[in-house]
Nanobody, 122 residues
């Protein structure tokens, strides 16, 4: 069994920054492509950012390009640096992992964390 645990959520003012982290633990037999999704109250889950197994390929939703940066420092940890935050970024942010970046981006990852709350005040 593999577990994903998010960290770093919180309350910030518009224009501020947060850095989210996601760590994979348990029985892992390979590295994973990983990514971030978010879901606001009353809205559908949406893709935010993803990174390949080797860290050499990234993808972002248009709504966060130029503001958010995804990165990884080893096979089991991924981060999301969020700058210039807006109230519309308020959501629960979920970490996801699977064998292929395309699978993660499409929302079909087999592993998901329980989420961390990000709230951006006006």
């Amino acid at each position: 069994q593999v577990q994903l645990v998010e960290s770093g959520g919180g309350l910030v003012q518009a224009g501020g920054s947060l850095r989210l982290g996601c760590a994979a633990s348990g029985r892992t037999f390979s590295t994973y492509a990983m990514g971030w999704f978010r879901q606001a109250p009353g809205k559908e889950r949406e893709f935010v950012a993803g990174i390949s197994r080797g860290g050499d390929n990234t993808k972002y939703a248009d709504s966060v390009k130029g503001r958010f940066t995804i990165s990884r420092d080893n096979a089991k940890n991924v981060y999301l640096q969020m700058n210039s935050l807006k109230p519309e970024d308020t959501a629960i942010y979920y970490c996801a992992a699977d064998g292929l970046l395309s699978t993660v981006v499409a929302g079909y990852a087999t592993m998901w964390g329980r989420g961390t709350q990000v709230t951006v005040s006006p």
